[in-house]
């Protein structure tokens, strides 16, 4: 009798993570004899620690087509992270009990660092219990941090989204810099890793002299090199676009956004880093500025998916099946890049003992020199990403996105302190 | 001798401007015969008044064409507001006189309320010189207010922008709400008016349960009643969405932006509606938040365009043209809607003296009775003009705007102190 499958979404959630279900789903739907049913997590693995299981398979095949096309997460994710093995056996046991109470026999755990690792001890204890669990890590992040792939998931779309935004953007101050604003600041998402903000760097090309300042979290920022690199560029252009990551951060340390600043309550007064940027700019040179925080609109912008992204998300839902029905266990499919241009890749794995704890960060030779702008090899690496255009279907103006039945499963076990 | 044409852009840009550029230039070179050369103000009348005007007889059709799929001002647009006839009649005489020098005998003024005013003014001062110019009016502006026209080029794409971020960012807080954000905060433009506040609520519908709550400027802000409907929203649907417009105000006509905070030397800490509205959620109820501005991405976001407003945007420039060559002088091409649904419109006009200096406001009765939604008049009224996709090209993944030569015309009169 063929095992069921568990899937389940981790951590924060993007614009294709539905694709790489819709690709687990179909592939486990296209393969009926060889895998039984699949069992999505309500928000992630708690679902299953909670043994709150849904039931996949009273969707119709067009609601989960229709995942392909619809942002966030269509079952729940949940930000939580297992601890280790050894302060938390009894976690990793009831998740056992869970998947042998409902015949699991494949575990396939949908997201970014701290899922690959809770994978692989899925997979380890499964082997130390006796219970043969096939764990499979998808990748998702839009922070693109894991390493071996070539990509993440959810990345593409953001970086598409980023710098699209910012060309449109400064199109519009170009175009009113003579006498409003002139410098224009957006605030975009990576706290440890500047991928993001590099894609603002897309802005510019052969055709597109715009003028784009980045703000890395890669380099401490310096104020005042940085007030003379917005100076010059309002100089040679009439404005300025700044895009600063959320995560830019003084020599010390301590980010940009975090002010000391307090209302007058005497609470500490969020801000973002781009109004901070902003100010500090209208401080030193005068000119008139504005600023956005794009924050989620970014990772769940699907109506501006990249092509790409869609595709790779959805092939590494389904050669995760493939590779579990082929026997693997304790992997992760990645893509790998066999060509630039024109953009190639094909399907690799990686074992999760490599994925695991592994932050890739950026290349040093993607920063230009000054520290403010994206090299030729950043650029050669990042445009395949947002190549192509993936529009989800409109109706009445709005596109169409799925809200699944999401049945539950009968329970069969007690309860489970959490 | 046919007479030459002046055009110009006219206070904060839009997606859909040059859609309006293209309509009034297409239209112009397809009635050679009966008007000469279309110049081009650059940067806005700023150009008139210092005879910086550009010859778009320079531009081939293909670029000229490019424009309807390209947002902000391709000829640059400014924020001057020309006093009034009496206090400034030197400038008002001084545009006739480059009008004459140029023989242009036609002036294409493409703005909101402000450049309506101007527009008429000029109309009315050519007759006292004795130099006749034919003012047309082409409408712009994303806050939809001004009178008579059924809608305002520029709004319908900004609203599907709001609206499908909305949805878009809806789905990701749903999906991660048990363990995360619960209450996300979307600030938005609109100073005075919250027709695009009010977009925000189409990103729920009958097929969308999504618990929206909209801040509009036209009610005074009420902090107990605001957290009362987001804890109640947070009950029933596990998270919370708010559209809060920057215009939103105390009671006292302060707005919530103005916080009346300082940083370390003392200067005032500008801040975003959005942040406060989030902190306030925060303390009160002690929901994790997440909140965005969108800023000038609103208005700039050309690739989610409606195609209602770029058409419209379109027709209005041709039919100012048209206008002027059947011999109208002193009015406004306006979108007339003759069905709601399906939505039905056709060009009229109407005389500059009723447009200037009328501000159309929300309808009470578009704005629900708790005061934080919209009602299905107001719904009924709006999704028409998101309705339709009308995508850029693009090329390597990011969009192809046009980037005009915009070849300066040789000066003919002296210098202009402005």
Redesign the interface.
């Known amino acids: 009798m063929a095992k069921n499958a568990f899937y389940a979404?981790s951590g924060?959630?993007t614009?294709v993570i539905n694709a790489s279900a819709c690709g687990v789903i179909e592939t486990a739907r296209a393969n009926a004899g060889k895998i039984g049913t699949v069992y999505a997590g309500r928000?992630g693995i708690?679902g299953a620690l909670t043994e709150d299981l849904i039931d996949t398979s009273k969707e119709s095949d067009a609601d989960i087509a229709a995942l392909r096309h619809?942002?966030?997460?269509?079952?729940?994710?949940?930000?939580?992270k297992m601890k280790s093995l050894e302060d938390n056996r009894r976690e990793y046991e009831r998740l056992i009990e869970v998947f042998k109470a409902h015949d699991i026999g494949y575990f396939f755990y949908n997201g970014g660092g701290d899922s690959a690792d809770t994978c692989h001890k899925v997979s380890q204890i499964s082997e130390s219990l006796g219970f043969p669990i096939q764990a499979i890590h998808v990748p998702k992040t839009v922070d693109n941090d894991l390493p071996i792939t070539d990509n993440c998931p959810g990345f593409g779309s953001v970086a598409?989204y980023i710098?699209?935004?910012t060309?449109?953007?400064s199109?519009?101050?170009?175009?009113?810099a003579?006498?409003?604003?002139k410098v224009?600041v957006?605030e975009v998402m990576g706290r440890h890793a500047g991928w993001i903000a590099a894609a603002g760097g897309?802005a510019a090309?052969a055709?597109?002299?715009i003028p784009v300042i980045i703000i890395f979290p890669e380099v401490p920022f310096e104020q005042e090199k940085f007030l003379a690199a917005v100076k010059a560029k309002v100089d040679s252009h009439g404005y300025c676009t700044v895009v600063v990551s959320e995560g830019a951060h003084w020599q010390d340390g301590t980010f940009l956004a975090d002010?000391?600043?307090?209302?007058?309550f005497g609470?500490a007064?969020?801000?973002?880093a781009?109004?901070v940027v902003?100010?500090m700019v209208k401080?030193a040179h005068g000119y008139k500025f504005?600023?956005?925080?794009?924050?989620?609109?970014q990772?769940?912008?699907?109506?501006?998916a990249?092509k790409?992204d869609v595709d790779q998300a959805y092939a590494l839902g389904k050669a995760g099946v493939e590779m579990a029905l082929a026997g693997e266990n304790a992997i992760m499919p990645t893509v790998v890049r066999t060509s630039d241009a024109p953009y190639a890749w094909e399907i690799g794995k990686a074992p999760l003992a490599d994925v695991a704890n592994v932050e890739k960060m950026m290349p040093k030779e993607f920063i230009s020199e000054d520290g403010f702008g994206i090299t030729e090899a950043c650029r050669t690496y990042l445009?395949?990403l947002?190549?192509?255009?993936d529009?989800p279907p409109?109706k009445?103006?709005?596109?169409?996105?799925v809200?699944l039945k999401n049945v539950a499963v009968d329970k069969k076990l007690p309860e489970f302190k959490m």
Not at 259 to 264: F, I, K, L, S, V
Not at 269 to 272: D, K, T, Y
């Open positions: 979404q924060g959630v614009s928000n708690i619809t942002p966030a997460g269509a079952f729940g994710s949940c930000r939580y598409k710098a699209v935004s060309r449109e953007a199109f519009d101050v170009n175009s009113m003579l006498t409003s604003t224009f957006l897309l090309d055709d597109n002299d002010q000391g600043t307090r209302d007058a609470h007064q969020l801000g973002g781009a109004p902003a100010n401080d504005h600023w956005a925080v794009a924050d989620y609109l990772r769940a912008a699907r109506h501006l990249s790409t445009l395949p947002i190549g192509g255009e529009y409109y009445d103006g709005m596109p169409v996105f809200t």
